[in-house]
């Protein structure tokens, strides 16, 4: 168990080699998202080979970001709404039922982005993130993730 306060590392082994944000996927994007009061933030700086056109972030870059920035959302406001800890058992782990993503505006390539999140619905096996990416100050994407509680039968060894 991780004492880090990032959701993705309290992930169980098993399910942590997601590209985007598994902690054991060396090549992965290795997103880390936590609370920040009744939101969630991540930070990722794109590298040079993450461009669409010259000077600009490639598309789905984004959508791979507010996707498993919502996931992770969803996992932690689960634990939340259960009244229990991150990372107890049995795991709530997320994956994406739907992702919509709205592109408002070129996100510039060369600094850090903030991906953030709010928890819009909670219920059952279904949790409902919006989340934006902000560059340079600006909202450059908005999204929505429909989350459901990961199926048993996609566990390793199910």
């Not at 700086?45 to 993450?50: A, G, V």
Request: charge should be neutral; aromatic fraction near 10%; include cysteine.
């Amino acid at each position: 168990m991780s004492d880090t306060g990032y959701f993705q590392d309290y992930y169980p082994d098993e399910l942590s080699h997601c590209y985007g944000c598994g902690r054991l996927n060396e090549r992965g994007l290795q997103i880390k998202s936590a609370w920040d009061g009744e939101e969630t933030v991540a930070y990722f700086t794109p590298r040079p080979y993450h461009t669409a056109i010259p000077g600009y972030v490639y598309g789905g870059l984004l959508a791979s970001l507010i996707d498993c920035h919502g996931t992770g959302t969803a996992s932690a406001a689960a634990y939340r709404a259960a009244g229990r800890p991150m990372g107890s058992d049995p795991p709530l782990r997320f994956v994406t039922g739907s992702l919509q993503v709205n592109y408002l505006r070129p996100t510039p390539l060369g600094g850090v982005l903030e991906v953030r999140g709010r928890v819009k619905e909670v219920k059952g096996r279904k949790v409902v993130v919006e989340a934006w990416i902000v560059a340079e100050g600006e909202v450059t994407v908005r999204g929505e993730v429909v989350a459901v509680q990961m199926p048993e039968t996609m566990r390793p060894g199910a």
